[in-house]
Nanobody
Framework: QVQLVESGGGLVQAGGSLRLSCAAS????????MGWYRQAPGKQRELVAT???????NYADSVKGRFTISRDNAKNTVYLQMNSLKPEDTAVYYC????????????????WGQGTQVTVSL
């Protein structure tokens, strides 16, 4: 199995910054796209940003110009630098990765972390 562990969430004032990290571990055969989703109370989970193993990125319109996704393929780790945070960015942020585990290399599937809370106050 593949496990994802997030870190870096917390409480910050509007206009501040936070950096989230997510490391994949376990019986990894390969990791393809990695990224971040978020879910605010009473809302559906939504895409924040993704990055392929080749470096192509995709961002939600609401975070373009403020958030930057990056990754270290050698460490199977993805980061999300969040600047100019707004109260509407408050949510649980989930790391996701598409990949294959050593015990099922023919199956490419998504994996999810447990989530980390980001709270932006006025």
């Amino acid at each position: 199995q593949v496990q994802l562990v997030e870190s870096g969430g917390g409480l910050v004032q509007a206009g501040g910054s936070l950096r989230l990290s997510c490391a994949a571990s376990g019986s990894i055969f390969s990791i393809d796209t990695m990224g971040w989703y978020r879910q605010a109370p009473g809302k559906q989970r939504e895409l924040v940003a993704t990055m392929t193993s080749g470096g192509s990125t995709n961002y939600a319109d609401s975070v373009k110009g403020r958030f930057t996704i990056s990754r270290d393929n050698a460490k199977n780790t993805v980061y999300l630098q969040m600047n100019s945070l707004k109260p509407e960015d408050t949510a649980v942020y989930y790391c996701t990765a598409e990949g294959r585990s050593l015990d099922s290399v023919w199956v490419r599937r998504p994996y999810w972390g447990q989530g980390t809370q980001v709270t932006v106050s006025l």
